[in-house]
C-alpha cells in the first residue's frame, strides 16, 4: 500500500537587512502619503468652518475647538489650496509618496512656477 501526499509549499524571504530596510522605507511613504492626504483634508474643513464661523471669530474658534493656533490653521488651509485640487502638482500618487507635510510646506515658498521641478 502506497500513501500519497499533497502538499502546497511557500518559499519563505529571508528576512535579511536589506529586506528589511526596503520594508521600512516603503511604511515611511506610505505614512507619509496618508499623513500629507490627512493635512489637505484637514485644510479643506477648516475653509469651510472659516465661512461658517464669521469674520472676526475663526482664530478663537480653532483654538477652543481644536487647540490649533492660527498658523496652524493657516498652514493646513494653504496645504489644501494648493494641493487639494485634482490638477495639483500632489495629485500625482507618484509625487505623493516621496512628500511629507514639512516637505509640501516647504515646497510652498517655491513659486507655483518652479515647483514640478
Known amino acids: 500500500m502506497s500513501n500519497i501526499v499533497e502538499a502546497e509549499y511557500t518559499i519563505v524571504q529571508e528576512r535579511t537587512l536589506p529586506v528589511i530596510i526596503s520594508e521600512i522605507h516603503i511604511i515611511e511613504q506610505n505614512v507619509a502619503k496618508t499623513a500629507l492626504e490627512g493635512a489637505v ?29 492660527k498658523r ?29 507635510i514639512t516637505k509640501a510646506l516647504s515646497l510652498l515658498k517655491v513659486p507655483e512656477e518652479e515647483r514640478e521641478t
Open 72 to 100: 496652524t490653521a493657516e498652514r493646513f488651509m494653504k496645504l489644501a489650496t494648493e494641493f487639494g485640487v485634482e490638477n495639483s502638482l500632489l495629485s500625482n500618487t507618484t509625487a505623493l509618496s516621496h512628500f511629507s
Open 41 to 69: 483634508q484637514i485644510g479643506t474643513r477648516l475653509q469651510e468652518a472659516k465661512e461658517k464661523v464669521g469674520y472676526g471669530s475663526f482664530e478663537d474658534w480653532c483654538q477652543e475647538n481644536l487647540n490649533y493656533s
